[in-house]
């Protein structure tokens, strides 16, 4: 089994969110959306360079973070069309099951504004910057449900 369908098996079978793995290294996580991923880049680096990653639900602002951290193969059960854009301009191998127009918010009336930050950005550092910026801006102003 290669790296990459056991990601996907891991990801089937655990019910966690989002694996990344990288030979002997494995991360999983039950956190939704950008979390993981800015984990990774943030801690562990280094093991994204080649890695497989599966995850449930990858939008534009996952896509790049992984493109970002070089990661080389992914798996999304959904993946949204702005995701498979910034897929397009890499080396990255992406497979899925289901393609949404864009990933919907958590209240479900709208674009997720992880997504709509990154919507008009290419480059993986400003993408990263510009997800923490809008993370503080988002625990400093919390919506209330």
């Given at each position: 089994m290669d790296f990459s369908e056991e990601?996907?098996?891991?990801?089937?079978?655990?019910?966690?969110?989002?694996?990344?793995?990288?030979?002997?290294?494995v991360y999983e996580s039950e956190e939704r959306g950008i979390a993981p991923?800015?984990?990774?880049?943030?801690?562990a680096r280094d093991k994204m360079q080649g890695a497989s990653v599966a995850d449930k639900?990858?939008?534009?602002?996952?896509?790049?973070?992984?493109i970002f951290g070089g990661v080389k193969f992914v798996y999304a059960k959904t993946i949204s069309r702005h995701a498979l854009d910034a897929f397009a301009n890499s080396d990255v191998i992406v497979t899925y099951e289901e393609i949404v127009p864009y990933v919907v918010n958590?209240?479900?009336?709208?674009?997720?504004p992880m997504e709509e930050t990154v919507l008009n950005i290419r480059d993986g550092?400003?993408?990263f910057d510009a997800l923490q910026r809008k993370m503080r801006e988002m625990r400093a102003n919390p919506i209330p449900e």
């Open positions: 990601a996907k098996r891991r990801l089937e079978n655990s019910g966690v969110g989002f694996v990344l793995v990288s030979g002997d290294y991923p800015m984990y990774c880049l943030s801690n639900i990858i939008g534009r602002a996952v896509a790049l973070l992984l958590r209240k479900g009336d709208g674009m997720c550092q400003e993408a």
